[in-house]
């Protein structure tokens, strides 16, 4: 994700949003954004860039708790005082009803 002459050249639109995220074992977290092909995160627990991930986007929806499962590639990590900011670029989805 480059940044030319101070212009952002991400492909999709970003919808700024806090949902929780799941990384089953390896701890939880919130968003911050998210588009069609990525996410940005925050969460407790260190991840190396260029590292594969697994993590389960929680939402509500008007027909009920989904589930969106998710695996992505991590390609930029900040800072974020307690907490590190995990952007992912997302390799495949998959929605799931939660019962």
Do not use: H
């Not at 998210?34 to 991840?47: N, Q």
């Amino acid at each position: 994700m480059s940044e030319k002459n101070g212009q952002d050249n991400r492909r999709e639109a970003r919808v700024t949003t806090a949902l929780p995220v799941d990384l089953g074992g390896g701890g939880a977290g919130m968003t911050r954004d998210v588009s069609a092909s990525g996410i940005f995160f925050e969460i407790d627990a260190t991840y190396a860039l260029g590292s594969a991930i697994t993590f389960t986007v929680k939402l509500d929806t008007p027909g009920g708790p989904v589930n969106l499962n998710c695996e992505g590639e991590i390609v930029r990590i900040e800072p974020r005082g307690p907490k590190v900011g995990v952007a992912v670029k997302i390799t495949e989805s998959a929605m799931e009803a939660v019962s």
